[in-house]
């Protein structure tokens, strides 16, 4: 069992920046693959940002840019740092973790972007 707490989300003006974080309970590097999604109202939930154990980074074309995912192994800890914001980011954003053959969320974090 794995469980996540995201944290960092908030109101930010069109340009801005925020990190968003994602506490894993377990060691972070026994979790095979780590992703960031986000959910817009009416949309589907979709992939932003993912790091497997081994250290591989992919970004969908959104975030590439503009958004910087990291890991904290000493921390279990999970960073996604959002700058250049836009209006279109303003999401739910929740992170996932992928273990053996389980998957499990995080509760998820607002994020609003608004002037």
């Known amino acids: 069992q794995v469980q996540l707490v995201e944290s960092g989300g908030g109101l930010v003006q069109p340009g801005g920046s925020l990190r968003l974080s994602c506490v894993a309970s377990?060691?972070?590097?026994?979790?095979?693959?780590m992703g960031w999604y986000r959910q817009a109202p009416g949309k589907q939930r979709e992939l932003v940002a993912s790091i497997t154990s081994g250290g591989n980074i992919n970004y969908a074309d959104s975030a590439k840019g503009r958004y910087t995912n990291a890991r904290d192994n000493a921390k279990n800890t999970v960073y996604l740092q959002m700058s250049s914001l836009k209006l279109e980011d303003t999401a739910v954003y929740y992170c996932?973790?992928?273990?053996?053959?389980?998957?499990?969320w995080g509760q998820g974090t607002q994020v609003t972007v608004s002037s």
């Open positions: 996932d973790a992928v273990r053996e053959v389980a998957a499990y």
């Open positions: 377990v060691y972070i590097l026994s979790i095979n693959r």
